[in-house]
């Protein structure tokens, strides 16, 4: 592939004015995206175990495959799309580091491999729901960091 | 290593993550023609071929929305990904993006078909569903092959 670079787009002040809004909006979707799954899902490891076991105490069914596919299918559509965004601006302006690689790789990675093990946890073992959430927090996390270390290059500017 | 280099790392993954999409999507379809009750994936298929489930023009509406949206954007984010190929070209990248735009509108609109009593098999269905995933995955192909 050869990528077509065009002239130094750095210091236009249009250019850094929408991508400070973007990161901003993908900032704001990170964190409600996290609110979100802990309803659907559960906030604590006892609420993610009933709703993906159900519970005889309470009388909760586990959720229906349907539900959690459809979950898991919307979140790869917007995962992909969120870190793709941010991993674009964040490679533009952060050309010359050298850690920008394995960061890339763990944030992509961890980002598939959330609901990979959501949906493991459901069909195989308790584990992989521990595997969830620590993937899930983790990209997230590593999202919101790089949202803010972009916004901090923008802002200094 | 030239940083555009970089680019190659979120591309890659967007092919992962586009194969798991397609994989997630025929599943719930497949669900949703009765899959967890049957005995197996080909009795599903053969139960949408000749007698598809029932549906109403809502249970169209609700699933076309968000596809039209969403199949669209994600072919032109991959397709564009074909301008900066050195190994296809770029008219040939174009047949494949044309046809996979309008395989995707039928596949979507296909339903459409079934509920307004026009055909009674599901088979152009599955028929234009199977077409949308080669010819997908020949278009992520032909973005890992330029990598």
């Not at chain 1, 959430?133 to 983790?138: A, E, G, M, P, Q």
């Not at chain 2, 599943?27 to 009795?43: C, K, V």
Request: proline share 2%; with cysteine; hydrophobic share 60%.
């Amino acid at each position: 592939m050869k990528f077509l670079i065009s002239k130094d787009l750095g210091y236009n002040k249009l250019l850094s004015f929408l991508m400070i809004a973007v990161v901003m909006s993908i900032l704001m979707y990170l964190v409600l995206d996290a609110v979100l799954h802990g309803y659907v899902i559960g906030f604590d490891l006892h609420s993610i175990d009933s709703t993906l076991y159900g519970n005889t105490e309470t009388f909760e069914e586990p959720v229906l495959i349907d539900s959690l596919l459809m979950q898991v299918h919307i979140d790869l559509f917007m995962t992909i799309f969120s870190l793709l965004t941010l991993a674009s601006i964040y490679i533009r302006l952060y050309k010359k580091e050298k850690a920008n690689r394995w960061l890339l790789h763990v944030l992509f990675g961890t980002g598939i491999a959330a609901p990979t093990f959501l949906l493991a946890a459901y069909f195989f073992s308790k584990p992989f729901m521990y595997a969830w959430l620590v993937t899930f927090l983790l990209w997230h996390l590593l999202a919101v960091m790089l949202s803010v270390i972009i916004l901090k290059k923008l802002y200094t500017k | 290593m030239k940083f555009t280099e970089l680019y190659r790392i979120p591309i890659a993954y967007l092919l992962v993550y586009i194969v798991l999409i397609l994989g997630t999507g025929i599943w719930i379809f497949l669900l949703s023609q009765g899959l967890d009750t049957e005995e197996n994936i080909g009795a599903t298929l053969q139960k949408v071929g000749f007698a598809p489930i029932e549906k109403s023009v809502y249970n169209f509406v609700e699933v076309a929305a968000p596809h039209m949206f969403a199949i669209g954007t994600l072919i032109f984010v991959v397709a564009h990904f074909m301008l900066f190929s050195t190994r296809f070209s770029q008219k040939f990248s174009l047949k494949i993006s044309v046809s996979l735009f309008i395989v995707a509108l039928i596949n979507i609109c296909a339903y459409l078909l079934i509920i307004f009593g026009f055909v009674v098999s599901g088979w152009i269905k599955l028929l234009s569903l199977a077409l949308f995933v080669l010819l997908f995955l020949l278009l992520l192909g032909m973005v890992a092959f330029s990598l």
